[in-house]
């Protein structure tokens, strides 16, 4: 059991460019979950997954961006025409429900995404 | 107005000080309630899990929730150095596996 890993762990871009950032859950764990986390602040739900569907998605979350699970195992998170207000944390977590479930979200190092 | 309200420090106290730390909400759906630890450029791990009102006690820590005050609070005994770190309450209304608020943390520094 290596964790939840994130990458890449830093991504600077210009206005404008699509980012897409990948990663990997725990190993058997079928709940993945995004978050955003902006300087002095908590981390702010965007999306989850159970598996390969998507059970709730942020209505903060605009249209720029889609997250995916296509076999229920890593996940991406792009955010097309970046803009700078999408400088942040991009965290990612995963859990595992059912009947060896974790009463517990397992959070990654987090993706620092920069829009100059 | 924020779901999860935390103050959100700096709070300095000396090494071995018992610290508490507080978080307020709105939400009555609330009933999961969790503290989570994270150090700088790190993500967050959880610390304590708490289902409905009542105390839980781990080592040093003690989570405490009053639901009827929608008032939840951490204490740390005998607070080591190695606990600076931001502290984040969290809540959510049907599991710790499901969406997640976050209060926006509070930075605890423990000097020596």
């Known amino acids: 059991d290596t964790g939840v890993s994130q990458d890449p762990r830093h991504k600077i871009t210009k206005r404008g460019q699509n980012v897409t950032f990948r990663c990997d859950p725990i190993?058997?764990?079928?709940?993945l979950y995004w978050y955003r986390q902006t300087l002095g602040q908590g981390p702010e739900f965007l999306t989850y997954?159970?598996?390969?569907?998507?059970?709730?998605k942020s209505r903060l979350l605009s249209d720029r961006f889609s997250a995916e699970r296509p076999k229920g195992s890593f996940s991406t998170l792009e955010i097309q025409r970046t803009e700078q207000g999408d400088s942040a944390m991009y965290l990612c977590?995963?859990?595992?429900?059912?009947?060896?479930?974790?009463?517990?979200?397992?959070f990654g190092p987090g993706t620092r995404l920069t829009v100059l | 107005q924020k779901e999860v309200e935390q103050d959100p420090g700096p709070l300095s106290v000396p090494e071995g000080a018992i610290v508490s730390l507080n978080c307020t909400y709105s939400n009555s759906a609330f009933q999961y309630f969790m503290w989570y630890r994270q150090y700088s450029r790190k993500g967050p791990e959880l610390l304590m899990y708490?289902?409905?009102?009542g105390n839980k006690e781990d080592g040093r820590f003690t989570a405490q929730v009053d639901k009827s005050s929608k008032y939840i609070s951490l204490f740390i005994r005998d607070s080591q150095p190695s606990d600076s770190a931001t502290y984040l309450c969290?809540?959510?209304?049907?599991?710790?596996?499901?969406?997640?608020?976050f209060g926006s943390g509070t930075r605890l520094s423990i000097r020596p």
């Open positions: 969290a809540m959510s209304a049907y599991s710790s596996a499901s969406k997640i608020i």
């Open positions: 708490t289902y409905s009102s």
């Open positions: 190993s058997e764990h079928n709940r």
């Open positions: 997954f159970q598996n390969e569907a998507q059970l709730e």
């Open positions: 977590a995963s859990s595992l429900v059912g009947e060896r479930r974790t009463d517990e979200q397992f």
